[in-house]
């Protein structure tokens, strides 16, 4: 019997690897997902480099305390970026000295000017003229640096000492530590979300895309009718089993490629190589990855015999529409809970969302990379999924049994029923 | 008699439909059984019990004697009416599937087949996928696959449908030499011209039971009757005024003159020698044509 079932997966697995489908979605998943990755942290040090940024001071009085302020900050924080400031003289007409420093900043000498109106710090406000007006980091020292020295003279002008002043208007920052497991902090941007995110799409794009080519073999055997010349040998339920598990073992094998991929890119010097200089990616827990694998498993086995069921009933796709989109409601579910999840990982209510056997793949998971999941929910989220699994397993291989057989009529919900109660 | 297959009151009704009525007859080892009757009339059901692919309500199906189980049932090389093939695989590999899943060696099946291919001349498609190939080819594939694992008996349901006379003679020829080997083969058919000349013995299946069942000798032997085909000297009339003989139909440039029970040929020859001469004078043997139509209608009379 293993044999014959070993053999039923050895050509499901052959079959769907050598099609181009699954060569184009191994490259292509890898790309995306790394442009989901480095695009962030790369955001995040696009302001990165040296900025010169040329002031007009109509005040006369503000260019070194707010170019000191820019120094002092940007010396205290591990900011990959400089900004260096240059005076320009107002000269004897603004407008006209405005114009000219324009053009030097479309020229690119610049890569802005701030105007400082002569009415600080009582009234105006300063202004920041550039073509890259996103450079937001840049602007948000700015803006914060600006605003510090504003709010200094103001509190100098109402008699404070100079000193009081900097000492009371000092800056306190929020740094956001993610705690460990062994009670560790690390420093964390949004990488975990990130990562959170990607991996559930992952677990949901591809139990769907699997799920739906167990239906599409279902239905090719149908339709190409050797179905019956299979199972004169091999009995149906060994055929399904063969074909899901062949499937699965298809899945299994792209996440190798791409966890090998991640891991060339991932490799010390490989991104600085590629030009994208120091970018901190979001480092895997080996443990999480070992959970992806087997929440992916467990959520392919169930969806998979689902959509067996789904191809077997039906002779054609088109048919077949309206019961595969009642398959795929509860794995798009999660999805619209994803968010409920994210901002409370420990709810009771995630917690019992987790634990139903059709969202735990995803929400399990995405709870996993959210927060300390204890043991007992995970064993329990386990125990469920696998008593599921083998309970619709054995429901739909009745409904295959009798399923793959039928011809032309399009069964309806209470046929399906009936198929199970007689075969 | 030694049955390869004996098949013992075997019933299947899906809802008020009757598909197969208690059911029974067997099939002698080395034979070519042929399973007749109309569409309709339980054939393909009858043997997708046999092979265990749908389950009888009752009844038993003893192969080598004992009851076919899910093992057992391998040693059968079945080719179904509703057939195909894996479109996007190769020729040999597809082979190589079917031999695999039938418990030979990946090896061994895969030269087995390839001396098929050799065979059928089909060798130079080995590595083509399925789909590259006409019907014909296809279906020459799916009796190999058939017959990979070197099947003592063969179920073959349907297996000139669709095929051009060159490969139903090919086809026909591989069966006689199975045949002759000593392989036993059930051909469920409607085309009657190749159970004439194919099969040995026949089980007539009408509305679900079986109306006529035996070796084919025997069963043309009782239709034919004491019925002769006779050219002589005497027409019509002249015949049928001789004694014992009840009715006289011609037949192309014979008469044919069927006597009544007690009625003797030696009799008959005698009397005709007497009034002239006799040309011909042989026993009448109803094609199968005849014989299918006239039990099916007898069938539907009653």
């Not at chain 1, 996103?134 to 803006?143: D, H, M, V």
């Not at chain 2, 509305?207 to 034919?224: C, K, N, Q, T, V």
Request: glycine letters at 8%.
């Amino acid at each position: 019997m293993l044999n014959r079932i070993f053999a039923v997966i050895r050509r499901e697995y052959l079959a769907h690897i050598r099609t181009k489908a699954f060569w184009i979605s191994t490259l292509i998943v890898p790309i995306l997902m790394g442009a989901l990755m480095i695009i962030p942290a790369w955001l995040a040090t696009r302001g990165a480099g040296e900025f010169t940024v040329a002031v007009l001071d109509l005040s006369g009085k503000f260019f070194d305390p707010v170019d000191a302020e820019i120094q002092q900050y940007l010396g205290g924080e591990d900011e990959p970026l400089s900004i260096i400031l240059v005076e320009e003289d107002p000269g004897p007409d603004i407008a006209v000295t405005r114009e000219r420093i324009k053009i030097r900043v479309k020229e690119k000498a610049f890569d802005g000017m701030l105007v400082l109106p002569s009415t600080l710090p009582d009234e105006g406000t300063p202004e920041y003229v550039a073509p890259n007006v996103a450079a937001f980091r840049l602007i948000e020292i700015l803006e914060r640096s600006v605003n510090n020295v504003m709010v200094a003279d103001r509190l100098t002008g109402a008699g404070l000492d100079p000193d009081a002043v900097s000492e009371l208007t000092r800056r306190v920052g929020l740094k956001t530590l993610k705690l460990g497991k062994g009670g560790e902090e690390t420093r964390d941007r949004g990488q975990t979300f990130m990562l959170a995110y990607v991996f559930v799409m992952i677990i949901y794009m591809t139990v769907l895309m699997y799920g739906m080519y167990v239906m599409r073999g279902v239905l090719e055997e149908k339709s190409s009718h050797v179905v019956e010349v299979i199972i004169s040998t091999v009995k149906p339920f060994e055929l399904m089993l063969g074909k899901i598990l062949g499937i699965g073992a298809v899945g299994l094998t792209q996440f190798l490629i791409w966890a090998t991929l991640m891991a060339a890119i991932s490799a010390p010097g490989m991104v600085s190589a590629m030009g994208m200089g120091d970018i901190e990616l979001p480092t895997i827990p080996a443990q999480l990855l070992v959970f992806f694998v087997v929440y992916f498993v467990l959520g392919f086995l169930l969806y998979g015999t689902l959509y067996a069921a789904v191809g077997a009933a039906f002779d054609t796709e088109q048919e077949a529409q309206n019961f595969q989109f009642l398959v795929m409601i509860p794995l798009m579910i999660p999805l619209v809970l994803l968010f409920q999840i994210i901002n409370q990982p420990d709810s009771t209510l995630s917690v019992v969302l987790s634990l139903i056997p059709f969202f735990t793949p995803m929400l399990m998971f995405l709870r996993m990379t959210l927060t300390e999941v204890p043991a007992l929910q995970i064993g329990a989220s386990l125990v469920l999924m696998i008593a599921t699994i083998l309970a619709s397993a054995w429901i739909v291989g009745k409904i295959y049994r009798v399923g793959i057989l039928m011809h032309g009529s399009k069964p309806k919900l209470k046929d399906l029923i009936r198929w199970v109660r007689e075969a | 008699m030694d049955a390869i297959l004996d098949i013992q009151h075997l019933s299947k009704r899906y809802g008020d439909h009757v598909a197969v009525d208690d059911l029974s007859f067997s099939v002698p080892r080395g034979s070519v059984f042929g399973l007749l009757g109309p569409n309709g009339a339980g054939k393909t059901t009858t043997i997708r019990m046999i092979m265990r692919i749908i389950a009888s309500d009752s009844g038993i199906v003893l192969l080598d004697g004992e009851p076919v189980d899910d093992d057992r049932r391998r040693i059968i090389g079945y080719l179904p009416e509703e057939r195909g093939l894996y479109k996007k695989m190769k020729v040999l590999e597809h082979l190589v599937y079917l031999g695999t899943i039938r418990g030979i060696r990946p090896g061994e099946a895969k030269k087995r087949a390839a001396a098929w291919l050799e065979r059928f001349e089909l060798d130079e498609w080995a590595t083509n996928k399925v789909e590259d190939l006409s019907k014909g080819m296809q279906q020459k594939i799916q009796l190999i696959g058939t017959i990979l694992h070197r099947p003592p008996l063969l179920i073959l349901d349907e297996p000139f449908s669709g095929l051009d006379p060159i490969n139903t003679r090919q086809i026909k020829d591989l069966l006689l030499n199975m045949a002759a080997e000593g392989v036993t083969i059930v051909l469920s058919t409607h085309m009657l011209p190749q159970v004439d000349e194919l099969c040995t013995s026949i089980c007539l299946i009408n509305r679900a039971r079986p109306i006529l069942f035996g070796s084919l000798d025997e069963i043309r032997a009782d239709y034919g009757g004491n019925t002769w085909r006779v050219r002589s000297d005497l027409d019509e009339a002249g015949l049928r005024a001789l004694p014992g003989v009840t009715s006289v139909h011609p037949l192309r440039d014979e008469l044919l003159v069927e006597l009544d029970g007690g009625g003797s040929s030696h009799d008959l020859l005698r009397a005709l020698i007497d009034r002239g001469n006799v040309e011909t004078f042989t026993r009448f043997i109803p094609d199968l044509e005849n014989i299918f139509i006239r039990a099916v209608e007898e069938d539907r009379a009653c």
